[in-house]
């Protein structure tokens, strides 16, 4: 995010630097313009997963898997989207991302929780707790090369989230195990 610049933006795009100041007046404006959108196709990516699944805690594992692989498959602009440390001005834009897809976890979750698949719980703090797993598991510091071995590792990051939000061991390797992963990544 800090890297970008409106000049080499409206190179790309085959526009003057002028048109992308008419409707960006500022770097952060595009950035979050563009954060909006990304955020706004990975919304629709969780939902297609979960709304593909048979019950609301297939559901819920059908979204980890499909947030985690496309995060896996991304993972540089799903570092700038969600952790990137960068400057101030970015933050707000970023925070909506973190916030967007934390709501549809906690949807997921209250459903799943609705249905008696998952005990009580309060589906905000597991949700940005979901959040959590997977952004350090995956782009995060500490994130291991798992070159080779992306499918074990989506497959990894949700049978532990699941079994985070109280999923009895058996039946989370079933979810996981049953759910494909999805194609696409970060846009």
């Avoid at 919304?43 to 985690?68: C, E, K, N, Y």
């Avoid at 970015?90 to 549809?104: K, P, Q, T, Y």
């Amino acid at each position: 995010m800090a890297a970008v610049q409106i000049a080499p933006v409206a190179r790309r795009a085959g526009i003057a630097a002028g048109t992308v100041y008419r409707y960006f007046p500022g770097k952060g404006d595009l950035v979050a313009a563009l954060l909006a959108e990304a955020a706004e196709r990975e919304i629709g990516a969780l939902r297609q997963a979960a709304d593909a699944a048979p019950g609301p805690l297939s559901a819920l594992a059908a979204a980890v898997m499909a947030f985690a692989a496309r995060t896996l498959r991304d993972r540089r602009l799903a570092f700038a989207a969600i952790a990137e440390p960068i400057d101030a001005e970015f933050d707000s834009a970023r925070l909506s991302v973190r916030r967007a897809l934390v709501g549809e976890f906690a949807k997921l979750v209250a459903a799943a929780a609705a249905a008696k698949h998952l005990p009580e719980q309060d589906a905000a703090v597991a949700a940005a707790a979901l959040l959590g797993i997977v952004v350090e598991t995956l782009i995060g510091p500490l994130a291991p090369d798992v070159a080779g071995r992306e499918r074990e590792t989506v497959q990894a990051v949700a049978l532990i989230a699941l079994r985070a939000l109280g999923v009895a061991d058996a039946r989370a390797r079933g979810l996981v195990i049953q759910t494909a992963l999805p194609t696409g990544t970060w846009h």
